[in-house]
Nanobody
Framework: QVDLVESGGGLVQPGGSLRLSCVAS????????MGWARRAPGKLRELVAT???????SYADSAKGRFTIPSDNAKNTVFLQMNNLKPEDTAVYYC??????WGQGTQVTVSS
């Protein structure tokens, strides 16, 4: 079992930045991929970014060039750095481990 706790969401103006954090705890030694997904109102869940234990990253087209997914393995923490945010980035963002374990989500609202 892996517990994931997200933080860092909030309200930001278009063009602004936010940094989400996800702290993992529990029996996570078998986890190979951490990631962030989001669900906007009326839309399907979208996997935004992932990072493997080897540091290989992958991004959705909507995130490329604007989002990065750094991690601090010593602190069991993964981040989502979001720059140049757009109103269409408004969603609940979820941290995931291997797409099996999910956090409770944190709301990100991009609005002027």
């Amino acid at each position: 079992q892996v517990d994931l706790v997200e933080s860092g969401g909030g309200l930001v103006q278009p063009g602004g930045s936010l940094r989400l954090s996800c702290v993992a705890s529990g029996s996570g030694s078998s986890i190979s991929v951490m990631g962030w997904a989001r669900r906007a109102p009326g839309k399907l869940r979208e996997l935004v970014a992932t990072i493997t234990t080897r540091g290989t990253t992958s991004y959705a087209d909507s995130a490329k060039g604007r989002f990065t997914i750094p991690s601090d393995n010593a602190k069991n923490t993964v981040f989502l750095q979001m720059n140049n945010l757009k109103p269409e980035d408004t969603a609940v963002y979820y941290c995931t481990a291997d797409l099996r374990f999910w956090g409770q989500g944190t709301q990100v609202t991009v609005s002027s």
